[in-house]
């Protein structure tokens, strides 16, 4: 635990005002991304939705880009009850909950209505359901959009372009299998690390999909932007089992109420920024290449080892039912 989030680590805190008119339970929300992010959009609309359901009882307190620290500490602080609330990419889920590596396979979702259908839908809400069993509550899937590859070294026509590329790749076992396979040099580091890892040319690149690459500045230190739409970038919504055991069943319908809300708000940035994205990241002197089809069979080719890999992990059935849905 950082000395951020230590000193941000007390419990929540319930305020009774003399008479007991209002008792106010702060919540404190930790995200990695700025407030104008797609992360900052949808906190403030679960704060808006839960604070009106329950007529300002819950007070969110933000803590935006990494203030608690690395999305693993934060995930960490809130199964342990020090943070009450995270909206967090699926980087280092898996080391929570394994069954969740499956959404980060390569090639998996044809596009974000895919990606969507499929966490909104019956397999997508059973592996929430398993995030109850190490003491974690997941109230909906959100999403980042599809991770493309930025770099200092040139733009990405094919597979040969990966050889030993230093690329920081999340804490994500699924990723640094795709491109140990495909011949770069992964390097998995923590979020808050990545920016000053790119200054100094410590790595050649990273990859995030456009909502982080925009929201992030990353064109501040990248030159080149390959639209490989390599792999989809979930996000899900968690609150500590602390918070959530005293809450009324009332109260735990804001909050599941709020957080659909604020996936419906991210998914609006995402789509906006999917949209307008790349002229804005031209406009800023990126230079920026998109894979072919060619490319991409290509790509999936290169990943067949991985693949193998991914079926060992995880029921290639379900790998398939997923591929397969409308
Ligand atoms: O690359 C990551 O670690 C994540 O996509 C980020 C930027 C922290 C957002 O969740």
């Known amino acids: 635990m950082n000395i951020l989030m230590r000193s941000a680590a007390v419990a929540a805190i319930t305020i009774g005002f003399a008479g007991g008119a209002l008792a106010q339970t702060e ?24 604070e009106a359901a329950t ?5 969110f307190r933000h803590f935006p880009s990494s203030g608690l620290g690395g999305e693993r500490e934060v995930v ?18 898996s080391n929570f909950v394994p069954d969740t590596g499956v959404f980060d396979i390569p090639f998996l979702f044809r ?42 070294r040139g733009v990405i026509d094919e597979p040969g372009d990966m050889a030993g590329l230093k690329l920081r790749t999340m804490e994500n076992p699924v990723h640094i299998t795709a491109f140990q396979t495909l011949g770069a040099a992964p390097t998995p580091m923590a979020w808050p690390e990545v920016i000053g890892a790119l200054q100094q040319g ?39 089992r602390q918070l959530w055991d005293g809450m009324s069943d009332a109260d735990k319908d804001a909050f599941r109420e709020g957080a659909a809300e604020a ?26 290449g998109e894979l072919s089809a060619e490319a991409r069979t290509a790509f999936q080719e290169a990943l067949a080892a991985a693949y193998e890999q991914y079926y060992a992990s995880y029921d290639r059935a379900l790998i398939e039912q997923i591929i397969a849905a409308e």
């Open 263 to 288: 996936v419906t708000a991210m998914r609006g940035f995402i789509d906006e920024v999917e949209s307008s994205g790349i002229e804005r990241l031209r406009a800023q002197g990126m230079e920026i």
């Open 55 to 59: 007529e300002g009882r819950y007070m």
């Open 202 to 240: 410590v790595i050649d690149g990273q990859e995030n999909p456009l909502s982080v690459i925009t929201s992030a500045n990353l064109a501040e230190v990248q030159k080149y932007l390959t639209l490989s739409g390599h792999v989809y970038s979930p996000a899900v919504l968690l609150v500590s």
């Open 111 to 152: 596009d974000l209505a895919h990606a969507r259908g499929v966490l909104d839908g019956p397999i997508g809400q059973e592996i929430l359901e398993k995030f109850d069993d190490v003491g974690l509550v997941a109230l909906a899937w959100g999403e980042q959009g599809f991770r493309h590859i930025t770099n200092n």
């Open 27 to 50: 919540v404190k929300i930790g995200y990695a991304l700025a407030p104008a992010s797609h992360y900052g959009v949808a906190a403030e609309k679960w704060q808006e939705a839960v």
């Open 76 to 93: 960490e602080g809130v199964q342990i009850g020090t943070i009450e609330a995270t909206i967090v990419s699926s980087g280092t889920l």
